[in-house]
């Protein structure tokens, strides 16, 4: 059921309460208040969410092999301030395995990302020519970053002066999606 239905019938019970005759005025009140409580509540999560949402551009991480819900673990626990947002699975009729990740949200310093494990297998998959390009505040936070995220990986481009910056790295984790780590 929809939010937006919810709370279509939240609002029309509390009409409904509210116009009754009933013996016990003093419960429909209470439940009256109940329900407008809810009805807050859902619509402070609909705006936080479009808040969240608006003119953000998103990173859309699509895994073909089930791996969405590890690979958001392994990102959540490198970087630093980083939270899941929301999580949906795919239910018990679903056309892959149930409770795997149907979408979910997570922040990873700052920045959105959106994770999901697809039932189709794609003739595609993750590219290097489409990476996550990270400006690291020192030199320890690139040298963590580059080795965590290479570990069981690929490192494309190991970490030197390039020219173009002091020092760079490229690599593509474990989970095929690459990243790109640069030296302010």
């Known amino acids: 059921m929809s939010i937006k239905t919810t709370i279509s019938i939240v609002l029309l019970a509390m009409t409904f309460l509210s116009c009754s005759n009933n013996k016990n005025e003093k419960n429909n009140l209470n439940e009256i208040k109940l329900l407008q409580a809810e009805k807050d509540s859902l619509t402070a999560i609909i705006t936080q969410n479009k808040t969240i949402m608006k003119n953000q551009m998103i990173r859309s991480l699509t895994f073909q092999d089930g791996n969405a819900e590890n690979a958001m673990n392994f ?26 990740i149907m979408q979910a949200t997570f922040e990873l310093d700052g920045n959105l990302f959106m994770c999901s494990d697809s039932p189709p297998i794609h003739d595609w998959n993750f590219t290097p020519a489409v990476a996550n390009y990270i400006e690291c505040e020192s030199e320890s936070e690139l040298e963590m970053l580059f080795t965590k995220l290479s570990e069981n990986g690929k490192v494309m481009m190991p970490l030197n002066n390039y020219g173009f910056s002091q020092k760079f790295g490229f690599i593509e984790d474990q989970f095929g999606v690459s990243w790109q780590l640069n030296l302010k």
């Open 75 to 100: 990102y959540l626990n490198i970087f630093d301030n980083s939270k899941i947002i929301n999580v949906n699975r795919w239910g018990k009729d679903a056309p892959t395995d149930e409770e795997k």
